[in-house]
């Protein structure tokens, strides 16, 4: 139990264009879901929380028009990469928190790969 | 300086030796404690979770905490050679507050 998965797992996309992940929650629901990034050698950065139905809380330094996260049911959450550019290559992965589940407890996506050429 | 520091690695052990990781952080308020693992182009999987001072054993793994110190660690006994994989520690105050992650330990076992 307990899987999230994300799709795709792996993008190249030209620069200026927009690019679309999506991160499900398989076998339970989600309240709350979560996208971080990750370069290489780095730690995942929270960018930005998400909870069904409203709007989603960004943090300090990400776009929120760059980066539009949408949750619109409480199996699902998208991420999307507007006007992309080379910079914005990274690993995105989700998670996501159970509808019924502990406080802190979030289960990870596979992860995105996002490359801009 | 960062809130949580945690050693990059690599660190290279022999199959069967027990692995030590570490993280120290700043942020006193942090009450809960994880440790993630993950393989390489993959998400994290939560491996131990610990609320507050003290050691938590599961299998061949054990989570220990040092809120005096602001100090925890992941003791791996009998590493396998399955266990390589990058170790991230995390943290957070609670509830349902920002988790912060350290940068991740790589560990690799060696046959």
């Known amino acids: 139990g307990a899987v999230v998965s994300q799709h795709p797992s792996w993008v190249i996309c030209k620069s200026g264009t927009s690019v679309k992940i999506e991160c499900r929650s398989l076998d339970f629901q989600a309240t709350t879901m979560f996208w971080y990034r990750q370069f290489p050698k780095q730690s995942l950065m929270l960018m930005a929380t998400?909870?069904?139905?409203?709007?989603?809380?960004?943090e300090q330094g990400v776009e929120k028009d760059k980066f539009l996260i949408n949750h619109a049911s409480l199996t699902l959450s998208t991420l999307t990469v507007t006007s992309a550019h080379p910079e914005d290559s990274s690993f995105y992965i989700c998670s996501a928190r159970p509808l019924a589940g502990g406080d802190n407890e979030q289960f990870f996506g596979p992860g995105t790969r996002l490359t801009v050429l | 300086q960062k809130e949580v520091e945690q050693d990059p690695g690599p660190l290279s052990v022999p199959e069967g030796a027990i692995v030590s990781l570490n993280c120290t952080y700043s942020?006193?308020?942090?009450?809960?404690f994880m440790w993630y693992r993950q393989y390489s182009r993959k998400g994290p999987e939560l491996l131990m979770y610990?609320?507050?001072?003290g050691n938590k054993e599961d299998g061949r793994f054990t989570a220990q905490v040092d809120k005096s110190s602001k100090y925890i660690s992941l003791f791996i006994r009998d590493s396998q050679p399955s266990d390589s994989a990058t170790y991230l520690c995390a943290m957070n105050s609670g509830g349902y507050q920002k988790v912060t992650f350290g940068t991740g330990t790589k560990l690799q076992v060696i046959p």
């Open positions: 610990t609320y507050s001072s």
């Open positions: 942020n006193s308020a942090f009450q809960y």
């Open positions: 998400s909870n069904e139905g409203s709007k989603a809380t960004y």
